[in-house]
């Protein structure tokens, strides 16, 4: 995986004789402090500790500036964080390359004023048409505390990561098998918005190509055998609500795979998938080299239905496990990867992977139950975080397998891990929560297994959607909520109402915060049929990525406090937040224009 760096530049007053060598020291340990920070507490998606490079020199002007350009310029660095305890000059130390992501720590103490040259320094972004982070402590330190507070670590973090994410994404594919899957306009990729705001490649696949490589047998036989048992160990077989129905004559001359073939063509269609993205060397040893190098994909979706699922097995299994922290080889990165091809949240569910490190879940947004409507069917009241209402959030077949929370943190509650902290335990109850139906065939004619299980813990979480408005162009959603766990008929009642082989999670948004007034119009003013949530409340890391990628966003609950956009963004009217990032992104516009 590429890993993107941050570099740090310490910048310090330019005159010699006293002051700067007097700062020296204190200059150079702050830039030390803050790569710790960062390098203790962040980690790239693949697991490794974030890496951070510091300017050679202190930088009192213009020349110290080229020198730690050059140094920055074949090392990655994606965001640069400059730092200082004193007055500098501003245009003269300043990170003037367009194509870095920036930030300035000013120290807040007094004897010298590091607050002073922050603003300053601001204020020089601000002209140039550069927007940079400014971080600052609300509380004044001593000169010589080598502290670093909770509100500037959460700065330089929240930068970071961001920083990070869009180095990560840049350069990368996004790899759509298929087409658009039954008009679902965010299956209709925009290349447009993936290079011009995400740096990305966008690819396509027809999906006659899983069929190839499945029926030339393009895949490593000995991972097959692998991959074939611990499905049969791990993946138990559930409901069949197939069973019994008299289906008429297309459906049932529809499913070309039989039936006791179809978990092997399943297995085979997630290798091959995960092949193409990624590509495997093992493929060239086999003679096929083309194949073996993959599309550098980072994302990607399949569109299944129709063209595929009307006679051939489902792509669920595939779905699921592209986007769980495990499968059959043991714990992995999760791989976001869209059902139905739906580009859309599909980069959703790399945001949300990108700001935490942990699978994805994709879902259906199906239905809102009022306390009413739930008392209505079940007899029954809503309680705890389901006290307003709650969104049925249900896939049509694939979710990561993480989304059962069968996980257990240190204190043995369920919950969703970064996938190299999970353990053979938290993954053996992931598969032991979940068992996999046969598809309903008037739906899926060609058959294919869908991962069934419920969210069975109640967690913090995020709820995410990319959508694109003509005459905006891309915004994203962020809502905050927890997971809920119903009552056990509850659950029940209202499970077997819908499609009650497909996966299930209970979401109540936090509401009364920022546009989320009610449950209900969360629901209302979602902006697709599809949405990505992830454990954690990290609707601020989605909204400062956002800012970085001048996606505005649209409709969020985050308390304003927590909010960390470009300093610039305030110049752009400071009275109503989202009109001001509005403006500010269509004036800043896509990185890569
Ligand atoms: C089976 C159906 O076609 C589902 O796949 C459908 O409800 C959707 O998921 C639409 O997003
Ligand atoms: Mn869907």
């Not at 965001?79 to 720590?105: F, H, Q, R, S």
């Not at 040259?117 to 972004?125: E, F, G, K, R, T």
């Not at 502290?147 to 990070?164: E, N, Q």
């Not at 954690?536 to 966003?553: E, K, N």
Request: aromatic share 10%.
């Amino acid at each position: 995986m590429n890993h993107p760096k941050i570099g740090i530049r310490p910048t310090i007053d330019g005159r010699w004789g006293g002051v700067r060598e007097s700062l020296e020291e204190q200059t150079m340990n702050m830039a030390k402090r803050a790569a710790k920070l960062i390098e203790d507490n962040l980690r790239y998606p693949d697991g490794e500790k974030v890496e951070v490079v510091i300017s050679p020199t202190t930088i009192g002007g213009g020349a110290e500036a080229a020198v730690c350009e050059e140094f920055f310029a074949n090392q990655n660095v994606i965001g640069t964080l400059t730092v200082t305890p004193c007055w500098c000059y501003g245009t003269e130390t300043m990170d003037l390359n367009p194509n870095t992501i920036k930030a300035v720590w000013g120290f807040n103490g007094t004897e010298r004023p590091g607050a002073v040259y922050l603003a300053a320094v601001m204020a020089a972004y601000a002209q140039r048409g550069l927007p940079a982070f400014s971080i600052y402590g609300t509380e004044v330190q001593d000169k010589d505390d080598e502290s670093i507070t909770p509100d500037v670590a959460k700065k330089i973090l929240d930068f970071a990561r961001g920083a990070v994410s869009v180095g990560i994404m840049k350069n990368q594919s996004y790899v759509n098998i298929g087409a658009v899957s039954m008009g679902i306009a965010g299956s209709v990729v925009n290349v447009d918005f993936l290079q011009k705001y995400l740096g990305m490649r966008t690819e396509w696949v027809d999906m006659t190509e899983v069929l190839r490589r499945i029926t030339l047998g393009i895949y490593d036989p000995e991972e097959f055998e692998r991959a074939f048992a611990w499905v049969k160990e791990y993946c138990k077989e559930g409901m069949d609500i197939n069973a019994g129905k008299d289906f008429p004559e297309i459906i049932k001359r529809s499913r070309y795979i039989k039936d006791d073939e179809q978990w092997a063509f399943c297995v085979k269609h997630a290798m091959v998938v995960r092949d193409i993205l990624e590509g495997n060397p093992k493929l060239a040893e086999l003679g096929w080299h083309e194949e073996s190098l993959g599309r550098n994909g980072i994302s990607g979706g399949f569109q299944g239905q129709r063209m595929w699922t009307d006679w051939l097995p489902n792509a669920d299994f595939t779905e699921a496990v592209m986007a769980s922290g495990f499968n059959w080889n043991g714990k992995k990165m999760p791989t976001p990867f869209a059902t139905e091809n739906d580009t859309l949240n599909g980069v959703a569910m790399m945001f949300g992977w990108l700001s935490t490190g942990k699978a994805p879940i994709f879902s259906d947004v199906r239905t809102y139950w009022s306390p009413d409507a739930v008392k209505r069917v079940s007899g029954k009241e809503l309680g705890g975080y389901a006290k307003n209402g709650i969104i049925h959030l249900i896939n049509s077949g694939a979710s990561c397998l993480d989304a059962s929370a069968a996980a257990k943190d240190e204190n043995g509650n369920g919950t969703m891990k970064e996938w190299w902290n999970l353990t053979d335990e938290d993954i053996k109850a992931c598969c032991e929560a979940t068992d996999w139906c046969r598809a309903d065939y008037e739906y899926f004619r060609g058959g294919g297994f869908s991962s069934h299980f419920k969210t069975s813990a109640e967690m913090p979480v995020t709820m995410i959607r990319v959508n694109i408005v003509e005459g905006v162009g891309p915004t994203l959603q962020v809502i905050e909520g927890h997971t809920c766990v119903l009552d056990e008929d509850v659950h029940r009642i209202l499970d077997e109402r819908t499609s009650k082989t497909w996966p299930t999670t209970w979401f109540a948004p936090k509401i009364g915060v920022g546009a989320a007034d009610s449950v209900y119009n969360v629901m209302a003013k979602w902006g697709a049929n599809h949405g990505a949530t992830v454990e954690g409340h990290v609707g601020d890391r989605l909204l400062t990525l956002a800012s970085m990628l001048r996606i505005p966003v649209a409709f969020h609950n985050v308390e304003e406090e927590r909010i960390f956009r470009p300093h610039s963004f305030n110049g752009f009217g400071t009275a109503d937040l989202e009109g001001q990032d509005y403006r500010a992104c269509a004036y800043y516009g896509p990185l890569y224009k």
